[in-house]
């Protein structure tokens, strides 16, 4: 099919890859030499070739060459941990294995040759580029002889490869063509990994019809907004998707584009999906497990208000549900689905009585046909289509991965200290169940690192749980109702700085945990790949840092995080200006301390605050280190100001300040509109040009209470005893503060900051300024008198919009009132930049692209 497709249309482009084009004709060509060589080299019918190569043409190159030569290619995903690939070359015994940058030798492990696709180019850069026939091969090729081998999941404790021959490829492709509209003008997504079978649906959708497949780089295949900007970019008409993905497609940078032909599959596809993702697209639903040549079922065009089902069988598949006597089910009762066909692997690879338990005789079938049986329950729909009613076995899908638990729990058990093991599906994630050796103890974390050492990532699960027995039912299976609630649980590590706090709790919310510590390992907390690209689109939204999603993965914790964000300098967390998010095209928000000195507390405004802004704190001289003391709000702001233009040149300047930092967001100004420069925002709150008496404070235990609230610490009420210095490090460790890193004479000059900053303010008048005002207004506990709106109308001329939010002072920073403020504040910046067209351009202060994970970033304070 692919000779034919490059004959007709030699000058087509059949792939594109980073903005370039390879033609029909160039592929044909680079994969006959490289066929040639192959079969030099020992590579025929019913042999295996092994590929560890990264996403790209070469792969692409590779995979027709084995096909072309007669063998039958095997995907190694390079990310997979050593022994995983061990056992797969072991298991496979292929007679090449074909790499991306190592020199030819022969394996030590004795699994077969080794050698670099370049090598292998070189030595056949001689050989002719026609097409081969059979007299060019080792032998005669047939339909029936292996195309590809993909590696699932086993329940006996090991994985097993599926042995796919070409028969069902034709069909498969035909029904593609057909029922998406694949044609020689369409664009494919290569989306799937290599090492899932998706990809290979992916590649014959393409090449065997004539369209263009398009490849990428894993970083531009991120969900979110890289998805969406390769889907744009490159034209995309046609994209293979699990249904998990699509959430991470619905922020306005990262929604699909209309019109795209949308194939969900690899995993249950929700009716509420079909609703928002149907309109406007053709959305098919796709099933099939590997043992069916990828695809058996297909629905129609879906449209808004479907029900979930899978269609009905491609042409030359067939389908059967039957109880467990094998009788065939009335529509609307529930069976086991059997699929027979074309398009029926040949079984398990050197698995032959597996084999034969999966692959059964087809009492419907012509004489001699087999069946497979998928473990999966279904029922047939009055209009003759299937509903999926989930699986009969414990078999389970982890975003579109195949997972037999009882692997997991094999490898468990090769463990001395444990002597039982059950895994279980719990919330969408993995939870271990652990009973201990003769010794009555259990290593949770080594049982994590060892499944880590021999198992993928989404095979690792993220909770542990040890009991003394497994409890059974009266059939003697294990009793899930009376096992305990696994408790996926972190607390490894307290942050050191504010970016650190920011991304324990980014981790925290893609994991759905409570909590998560600097030091806590995103994989054995229960991430994966796809939640690790959700983290990755979140640490984007929030701190404006694109970070590969294989940094993460490689990274693994928030401090290895921050490190790669060069976020990790406690210094420069305490320096006079802290960078909260580096990155965006519009003029940055200046964020000043209120009295503690710090601006840890601005952190809350970074999900809210749109990130075309970069956004600073800043902080007091004198928590970093000794300097003379202030001696005035106008000369501290002058200060200010001055760090500010090394950082903005030129206005319009957007200004924000809590409590005594809106006084000091005031002052600045103040003193800029004297100066005849523009102030795009000025956003203050709960601040007041005179102390209200509430907030006066004489002793350090009140001085200490309202620290811990202005670092966003949880209430903290006064015991018995006075609050000092030790409880102030004590709460902040316990609620996962970065405050709790300082040391003492970091929170002594704290306090000394504290201190002298509410003398300034008792001596302090506001300036005149004729800009206006977005207020916030702190409603608990407040004086009727000290109306912050009424206090400082005196003293501008601009207009105030004034806000009121529901809590205390203190309070203005907790996620609560920040959610009452980030929205509002939003507005108003949007609202600025369309009024001053020098926003809507690219700002000098994030001109330069982050280094993100490429390199440390020493800060902008060294």
């Not at 081998?149 to 042995?163: A, D, E, L």
């Not at 065997?208 to 744009?232: H, K, N, Y």
């Not at 940078?253 to 929700?270: K, N, R």
């Not at 210095?725 to 300082?742: M, Y």
Request: with cysteine.
């Amino acid at each position: 099919m692919f000779d034919r497709r490059a004959r007709l249309t030699p000058d087509a482009e059949a792939l594109r890859f980073r903005g370039a084009a390879t033609t029909y004709g160039e592929l044909s060509r680079a994969a006959n030499t490289l066929a040639r060589e192959l079969v030099r080299r020992g590579v025929g019918p019913e042999r295996i070739v092994g590929l560890q190569l990264p996403r790209g043409p070469e792969m692409i190159i590779a995979m027709l060459a084995v096909v072309r030569a007669g063998g039958a290619f095997l995907p190694i995903d390079a990310a997979y941990p050593p022994d995983r690939i061990a056992f797969m070359r072991a298991d496979a015994a292929p007679v090449l294995i074909v790499t991306e940058d190592r020199d030819e030798h022969e394996d030590q492990d004795g699994t077969g040759a080794v050698v670099s696709l370049h090598a292998l180019r070189a030595a056949a850069s001689d050989l002719p580029d026609g097409d081969l026939s059979d007299a060019d091969r080792l032998a005669p090729l047939d339909p029936a002889h292996p195309a590809y081998v993909i590696y699932t999941s086993g329940s006996t404790g090991r994985p097993k490869g599926v042995v796919v021959t070409h028969t069902g490829l034709y069909d498969l492709t035909t029904a593609q063509a057909t029922a998406f509209g694949v044609g020689t003008a369409s664009r494919v997504l290569q989306f799937a990994s290599p090492s899932f079978d998706a990809a290979v649906s992916e590649i014959c959708m393409a090449l065997l019809t004539g369209a263009t497949l398009v490849l990428a780089p894993q970083s531009d295949l991120a969900p979110g907004p890289a998805l969406s900007a390769l889907i744009t970019r490159e034209r995309v008409t046609h994209a293979t998707l699990p249904p998990a993905v699509l959430p991470l497609q619905e922020l306005p940078d990262s929604a699909l584009p209309a019109g795209l032909s949308l194939i969900v599959a690899g995993e249950f596809c929700p009716s509420d999906t079909i609703r928002r993702w149907a309109p406007g697209r053709t959305m098919i639903n796709a099933y099939g497990p590997t043992e069916s040549t990828v695809c058996a079922t297909m629905t129609a065009p879906l449209r808004a208000g479907d029900l979930s089902h899978i269609g009905t069988a491609i042409s030359g598949t067939r389908l059967h549900i039957a109880g467990d006597d094998l009788a065939p089910v009335p529509p609307g009762g529930m069976g086991e689905m059997f699929i027979a066909g074309a398009g029926l692997a040949r079984g398990y690879l050197n698995r032959p009585a597996l084999t034969a338990q999966r692959f059964l005789p087809d009492p419907w079938g012509p004489p001699g046909s087999r069946m497979y049986r998928t473990g999966d329950l279904a029922h047939w729909c009055p209009d003759g289509t299937v509903g999926y009613d989930g699986r009969a076995d414990d078999q389970i899908k982890i975003r579109g991965f195949r997972v037999e638990p009882a692997e997991i729990e094999a490898v468990l058990r090769e463990r001395p200290d444990i002597t039982e093991a059950r895994v279980l599906l719990i919330q969408g994630r993995l939870a271990a169940y652990l009973v201990p050796g003769p010794d009555g103890h259990a290593d949770t974390r080594a049982a994590a690192a060892h499944l880590a050492a021999r198992l993928p990532a989404h095979m690792v699960p993220g909770a542990y749980t040890v009991i003394d027995d497994l409890p059974l039912t009266p059939s003697g299976k294990v009793d899930k109702e009376r096992l305990p609630a696994p408790v996926f649980t972190a607390s490894a590590g307290t942050p050191r700085t504010p970016q650190e706090e920011i991304l324990c709790r980014l981790f925290a919310d893609v994991l759905g945990l409570p909590r998560v510590g600097a030091e806590d390992n995103f994989f054995e907390l229960g991430g994966d790949s796809l939640m690790a690209t959700r983290l990755s689109v979140r640490i984007r939204s929030e701190l404006g840092i694109d970070i590969p999603v294989v940094a993460i993965i490689e990274a693994q914790t928030p401090a290895q995080v921050s490190r790669l964000l060069g976020a990790d300098r406690h210094d420069s967390a305490l320096g006079p200006v802290l960078t909260l998010r580096a990155t965006g095209t519009a003029p940055p928000l200046f964020c000043v301390h209120p009295a503690g000195g710090i601006s840890w507390c601005y952190t809350g405004l970074l999900p809210h605050v749109g990130r075309q802004h970069p956004v600073y704190g800043l902080q007091a001289p004198g928590v970093s280190g000794p300097c003379d003391p202030p001696v005035s709000i106008a000369g501290l702001a002058a200060d200010y100001l001055r760090r500010i233009r090394e950082i903005q040149p030129a206005g319009p300047y957007h200004l924000l300040g809590w409590s005594m930092g809106g006084v000091i967001a005031y002052e600045i100004a103040a003193a800029l509109r004297a100066g005849g420069e523009e102030v795009g925002s000025l956003t203050l709150l709960d601040a007041y040009p005179q102390i209200p008496p509430e907030l006066r404070h004489d002793d350090e235990a009140a001085l200490l209470l309202d620290l811990l609230h202005f670092i966003n610490v949880p209430d903290l009420e006064p015991g018995p005893g006075a609050v000092d210095r030790a409880t102030v490090i004590d709460v902040a460790r316990s609620h996962g503060s970065a405050i709790a890193s300082l040391g003492d004479g970091t929170v002594d000059r704290l306090i000394e900051v504290f201190t002298g900053n509410y003398r300034l303010l008792r001596d302090y008048r506001p300036a005149p300024l004729d800009t206006d005002m977005l207020l916030f207004t702190a409603t608990r506990g407040r004086l009727a008198e000290f109306a912050s709106a009424d206090q400082w109308r005196p003293h501008t001329s601009g207009e105030i919009s004034h806000h009121l939010v529901d809590c205390e002072h203190r309070d203005m920073a907790r996620t609560g009132p920040m959610s009452t403020i980030g929205p509002v504040l939003a507005a108003h910046l949007k609202s600025a930049r369309q009024s001053h067209p020098s926003a809507r351009q690219p700002h000098p202060s994030a001109r330069q692209p982050h280094p993100s994970a490429r390199q440390p970033h020493p800060g902008r304070n060294q």
